[in-house]
Nanobody, 126 residues
Framework: VQLQASGGGLVQAGGSLRLSCAAS????????MGWFRQAPGKEREFVAA????????YYADSMKGRSTISRDNAKNTMYLQMNSLKPEDTAVYYC????????????????????WGKGTQVTVSS
């Protein structure tokens, strides 16, 4: 399985970005999927997760109200719409898939995920 994250870039504070994570190699419709990020000098942190039942979502407190995670199982793709971006959102964003649950992904901080994608850089200027 390969996960390919895309959609990062440079944006001014207050702007928006939509990240995508496309999976190939097998269908991930029965997997929870999520986003994590890592800023320079900081540990990886959870951003958002979505269950294979798309109504189940979890968000980091820092992202609640500013982001929306979604997935299109027909396209084997997950998305993260981020609005009102802040300089502190600057990080490399990684997508992951796991056979556990979205809640477990939110708790485990990314440890033990079944699949990881390469990151996409998000830079928010002030």
């Amino acid at each position: 399985v390969q996960l390919q994250a895309s959609g990062g870039g440079l944006v001014q504070a207050g702007g928006s970005l939509r990240l995508s994570c496309a999976a190939s190699g097998r269908t991930l419709s029965s997997y929870a999927m999520g986003w994590f990020r890592q800023a320079p000098g900081k540990e990886r942190e959870f951003v958002a997760a979505i269950g294979w039942v798309v109504s189940i979502t979890y968000y980091a407190d820092s992202m609640k109200g500013r982001s929306t995670i979604s997935r299109d199982n027909a396209k084997n793709t997950m998305y993260l719409q981020m609005n009102s971006l802040k300089p502190e959102d600057t990080a490399v964003y990684y997508c992951a898939a796991d056979s556990s649950t979205a809640e477990a992904m939110s708790i485990r901080g990314g440890y033990g995920m079944d699949y990881w994608g390469k990151g996409t850089q998000v830079t928010v200027s002030s």
